[in-house]
């Protein structure tokens, strides 16, 4: 693994005793910003205190950045404040929106990968940047249905926004093989067609396969399962297309394991870029030679 | 600025179960309320009833993780 990269876990209250205890094992956590927008003083007080011991970033899940409609001035007035107070490495949100013409779902859906979208997400990046006063790093997000209306795939789109906008990608993995399972794709060659050389962060979380009544299955993205073994194949060939430095972090919102499974799913992400690392090296060195 | 109708019209689908098959029932007219083009119309028209329905379930049962 190159000195620099570094591993870590998503934090959740549930989890806090333990994180606390095993902080040397763990080089980064991210805290979701939403869930600290009523943090009390000394609540915030104590995620600075964490963000001086240990690289901390904040993700966000409600921004709806990747819309046609404008990004919420209050939401970007919160995340800038908990920027403020916090101090973390680095922010992220999804490139995705979450609500439009008064409706909300309720979590993160795909808007159509079209010219209005992408200059709706730019436009929105560009005062998300004004506001926060650093521009999030951008995550690619699970979708079931390719939305309609769309000229481009997902991976163009993707790169035209982040290029766009200049920013940096936080590449979920488990999201990126949902999508290629559900959409009968090649996860490395979809991988392969992603800006990689733009990737600061990496998610793994796992999901479950389920059926609908018509007998089809899908791999739903649920933060509740353990990676799956390609997220870590797919981590391995990245580190080694990738060499700038890599922030991957494990995802859990519940059914929480033992913490020592944690712990392991720690290793075997480094044990990933480590291998990954080792194969780009013994490549370079060859050229070289 | 103004937001794209196809957005709202996903938003209110993805929002509700129901809705999604109020619309599986008669996408043109549903679309078309919605103030979508003729163009975008033609683009509904091949949504995959089954990948949308998968999708408003689990974004149900996800907003349901959250409450």
Not at chain 1, 22 to 29: A, P, R, V, Y
Not at chain 1, 80 to 94: F, M, N
Not at chain 1, 167 to 187: E, G, K, R, V
Not at chain 1, 246 to 267: C, K, M, N, S
Request: glycine share 6%.
């Amino acid at each position: 693994m190159s000195g620099r990269d570094r591993v870590g876990l998503a934090w959740r209250d549930e989890l806090a005793a333990q994180i606390m205890l095993h902080l040397d094992f763990i080089d980064h956590l991210e805290i979701i910003a939403e869930r600290e927008w009523s943090a009390s003083r000394r609540r915030l007080d104590a995620l600075r205190d964490l963000a001086c011991q240990v690289s901390v970033s904040l993700h966000g899940v409600s921004l709806g950045l990747a819309s046609s409609g404008s990004v919420s001035e209050g939401r970007l007035e919160r995340i800038a404040r908990l920027v403020g107070r916090v101090k973390p490495d680095h922010w992220s949100e999804h490139l995705s929106f979450v609500r439009a013409g008064g409706f909300e779902i309720g979590h993160l859906a795909a808007a159509p990968y079209a010219p209005q979208t992408l200059a709706g997400a730019l436009r929105n990046l560009e005062r998300a940047h004004q506001v926060v006063g650093a521009m999030p790093q951008l995550e690619n997000i699970a979708t079931l249905l390719t939305p309609p209306g769309s000229c481009w795939t997902e991976s163009e789109f993707i790169g035209k926004v982040v290029c766009g906008a200049g920013a940096a990608m936080l590449l979920d993995l488990h999201n990126l093989y949902a999508n290629a399972c559900n959409f009968n794709q090649d996860p490395f060659a979809l991988l392969d067609s992603l800006p990689l050389e733009r990737v600061a962060s990496v998610h793994l979380s796992g999901g479950q396969w389920e059926n609908d009544p018509g007998g089809c299955s899908r791999l739903i993205d649920d933060h509740i399962h353990d990676p799956p073994v390609p997220v870590y194949e797919l981590l391995e060939v990245l580190a080694f297309k990738a060499p700038q430095p890599l922030t991957v972090i494990i995802e859990r919102d519940g059914h929480y394991p033992d913490f020592a499974a944690l712990l392991e799913q720690i290793a075997r992400a480094r044990v990933a870029l480590a291998t990954g690392r080792a194969r780009r090296r013994e490549i370079e060195l060859r050229q070289v030679a | 600025m103004n937001t794209n109708p196809m957005e709202i019209l996903l938003a209110q689908l993805f929002a509700s179960p129901n809705e999604v098959e109020q619309f599986l029932q008669d996408r043109e007219t549903y679309a078309r309320n919605c103030g979508l083009t003729a163009a975008q119309v033609t683009q509904v028209l091949e949504i995959d009833a089954a990948s949308l329905r998968f999708a408003a379930r689990s974004f149900e049962r996800k907003r349901g993780l959250h409450d």
